[in-house]
């Protein structure tokens, strides 16, 4: 069994998934809805598939009210990889400024150099 931060980022992974995931940030969706815009490049049994992976990641809920599937984005599962994510944002961020920290005393330190040769 996978952990659930190793399965929302699986989840992630594929692009049909985000563009699911993008559809449900606007707002709930029932599967048809949702499955509209892939049926051209794929049958509804594989959007299905898609959608499980999504429920299965937590990423999303999957409920039944008669013939209808709504669906509704479930933020909790994303903030756990976003937070993730931003604690290495905070690592290359503050990488980043060492980085230029440095490049500036190196050029601080020419730009010191080549005055001191002018000036012989």
């Not at 049926?39 to 999303?60: C, D, F, Q, R, Y």
């Amino acid at each position: 069994m996978q952990d659930r931060l190793s399965l929302t980022f699986s989840a992630l992974a594929d692009p049909t998934r985000r563009a699911i995931l993008a559809q449900l940030a606007q707002g709930d969706a029932n599967v048809s809805d949702l499955a509209r815009p892939f049926l051209n490049e794929m049958s509804l049994p594989a959007v299905t598939k898609h959608l499980k992976v999504l429920e299965t990641a937590g990423l999303i809920t999957k409920t039944r009210e008669a013939q209808c599937r709504p669906c509704k984005l479930n933020g909790e599962n994303l903030k756990l990889a976003a937070d993730w994510v931003d604690q290495y944002r905070i690592f290359w961020e503050q990488s980043f400024d060492r980085l230029d920290l440095y490049l500036q005393s190196i050029t601080a330190e020419k730009k010191g150099k080549k005055h001191v040769r002018k000036s012989k």
